[in-house]
């Protein structure tokens, strides 16, 4: 199979849902500000009226996005740094979201907001957020965290051909990344985990970023005998939780690894269902490992203490394997 | 005749609707079109089928005026299993797509940008649809009235709002040059117009003039010239002073021409500012209508509304499983 980088086969995507005359692109940073962003360029020249660069309005073209998918387009609307989207939070989580429930199911808003998420290096606190938990709380919103060149592909032009709103949520640490993408139309259905690596004595499950850190800490402890499973959820709106639960009950030992801030995180939710639902499973306690509940610091080495690295990892597998 | 019709319609649904509400009927805080009729009415009749229209939390009469089944919406209001949106959306989001009423927001300025992505959606499609974005004098506070003015502006795009501000002679106005206490633009047009949308101030009691302005605004948007602003002005009707709209005295056609069966304290909005008695005694004075004919078509609206009120209270609540239901739209 051919072996592409992240960035290329998201480009290939994007350059592929533009065949569908309904796809709207409003934005222009889907490589965010990158050295990779150039490439971007291809795809305006070639559908000049299909991208469009609002301004720094995010309410007012998040909503309009919205609006115009109400009325049968299929925008994809770039916000760029993930926190962005709490500009235009009335229009996600109150209108978006509840479109299709409150109208008992007549009109539906088959929008998709693209944002980067999490610790980047130095973007502080206001530059580092993942907004996914908060959003995973609003009912009617799809949740996508792609993590490998495969699945960005596959899931973007998934969530293009989704009827419900959907959140693209990207990790800039990705995109040098290569690995196997398989030529012509591909397209993995949402809800679909995938178990990112094979093991009998540890889950670890982990999204976006994290997944990638944890398929190194797999190869890393597979050296001391240590066989880890990861499972990647791939979207967690809707979850694929009989194939997280599966993995837990063979292995009866789990870390969760998100960005998200500890209390109330995608993790926490994770840990809960698990708790609930496969407890008499478990032969250690959970353990997550995420950003602790503090904003992100803007200093190297403060940063860095916060982040899921991989030696937090690793020392949240030993814990539990003890 | 029929505009006549319509706006005793909206008229009786409302009195009724208050009616229910003091029986316990419903729940919660609601908000009723009184006062607006000669508004919505006119307005509306100047659109095609195939326009597109977005409302806030004072929807019941911009539905009525468009068509909409008055027992299918009383259902709605009461949380029955027959409303338009099986009772999930409620007073505040009564949403009917057939009718062109893609998405009802009980934020006051929650659909401003949502109209102007219709109106974009439409552009780009090249089709001749036009948005109608309906909205009050308190949307303008929010800061999704600007962007989205802003917007619409830059991209031409075929909307047309328009901002009913039923808060004419209101305290902040007679305090001073203010709108409000808490708008410091004046007029209301001045912030459409910063932005370079073609904006004007009618009275929303002039059925004939609403109806003029509104064909002229949605000719210009259909040959291209992009968003337009009207903002109709009208008095606040005395029924709404208080907390929970209270009718200071149903509403007879006869009221057109003798207000002594209405109370002191209201009798000069039912003599001055009421658009559908106004509207009555146009048709009289005019020679269109007599003043049985009138009697006639206000029985009938009557008439509706009655069977419109027994049909919602017969249907039943919706099945509990229907919380659970419609939450993600099927693939």
Known sequence: ?322 | MDLCRRMLLIRHFEESLIGLHDQGRFEGHYHVYIGQEATAVPALSCLGQKDFLFTTHRNHGHLLARGADPGKLFAEILGRKDGYNHGKGGTFHVAAAELGFLHTSGIVAGIIPLAVGAAYAAKARKSDQITVCLIGDGALEEGAAPESFNIASLWKLPVLFLCENNGKYGAGRAAGAAQSATMAVYPLTDLPVAYKIPARQIDGTDAGAVHAAFSEAVAKIRQGEGAQFIETQTVRWPGSETNWPAVPAPTDVSLAWDVSAVPERAREWYRSSDPVLIFIRELVEKGAATKTEIAEIDKSARQAIEQAARFALASPFPGLDEALKDVFAPR
């Open chain 1, 1 to 322: 199979m051919r072996e592409l980088a992240y960035y290329e086969a998201k480009l290939e995507a994007l350059s592929e849902i533009m065949a569908d005359e309904r796809v709207h692109l409003m934005g222009g940073s889907f490589l965010s500000l990158s050295p990779r962003r150039t490439l971007f360029q291809k795809i305006v020249q070639r559908y000049p009226e299909r991208v469009v660069s609002p301004p720094i309005s995010e309410l007012g073209f998040c909503g309009l996005a919205i609006g115009a998918a109400m009325a049968g387009l299929r925008p994809v609307v770039d916000l760029s740094t993930g926190s962005f989207i709490y500009e235009a939070w009335p229009q996600v989580v109150n209108e978006a979201a509840n479109a299709f429930y409150m109208s008992g199911g007549q009109t539906r808003a088959p929008v998709v907001f693209h944002i980067l998420h999490g610790i980047r290096g130095q973007g502080a606190a206001q530059h580092s957020h993942s907004p996914q938990a908060m959003l995973w709380n609003c009912p009617g919103l799809e949740i996508v965290l792609p993590s490998s060149p495969k699945d960005v592909k596959g899931l973007l032009k998934s969530a293009v051909e989704s009827p419900n709103p959907t959140i693209f949520v990207d990790h800039v640490q990705l995109f040098e990344i290569r690995g196997p993408v398989p030529e012509g139309d591909l397209v993995i259905p949402f809800g679909q985990a995938e178990v990112k690596r094979q093991g009998k004595d540890v889950t670890v499950i982990a999204t976006s970023l994290e997944v990638q850190r944890s398929l190194n800490v797999a190869d890393q402890l597979a050296r001391e005998g240590i066989q880890v499973e990861v499972v990647d959820p791939r979207t967690v709106a809707p979850l694929d939780f009989a194939t997280l639960l599966a993995s837990v009950e063979k292995t009866g030992r789990v870390v969760i690894v998100d960005q998200c801030h500890k209390s109330c995180g995608i993790a926490a939710e994770l840990a809960a269902r698990i708790a609930e639902e496969g407890f008499d499973k478990l032969k250690a306690p959970i353990r997550r490992v995420t950003a602790p509940d503090v904003p992100i610091p803007f200093s190297p080495p403060l940063e860095e203490f916060v982040t899921p690295t991989e030696p937090r990892i690793i020392e949240a597998i030993r814990s539990v394997l003890r």
